[in-house]
Nanobody, 118 residues
């Protein structure tokens, strides 16, 4: 089992930045592909970014604005979000054991709210 706890969400103005963090505990963190997803009101959960042993992957909506990284010593994965837009408003979920083809994951955090005001 892997437990994931997100932090760093909040309210920010359009054009601003936020950095989300996800602290993992449980089984060996470094073995897992980690990622971020988000779900906006009335929409399905969507893939944002993943960091795996084979590379880093981004959704088109995240390319050039978001950066995923991980610290295997701290068992933490980050999502740096720049140039935020109102359309980025959503609950952001950290995920472990991410499958970048199926855009799914085996473990999920509880989510952190990001609200971007215009």
């Amino acid at each position: 089992q892997v437990q994931l706890v997100e932090s760093g969400g909040g309210l920010v103005q359009a054009g601003g930045s936020l950095r989300l963090s996800c602290a993992a505990s449980g089984r060996t963190f470094s073995n897992y592909a980690m990622g971020w997803f988000r779900q906006a009101p009335g929409k399905e959960r969507e893939f944002i970014a993943a960091i795996t042993s084979s590379g880093i992957y981004y959704a088109d909506s995240a390319k050039g604005r978001f950066t995923i990284s991980r610290d295997n010593v701290k068992n933490t994965v980050y999502l740096q979000m720049n140039s935020l837009e109102p359309e980025d408003t959503a609950v952001y979920y950290c995920a472990a054991d991410v499958n970048v083809v199926r855009k799914g994951a085996g473990y999920w955090g509880q989510g952190t709210q990001v609200t971007v005001s215009s």
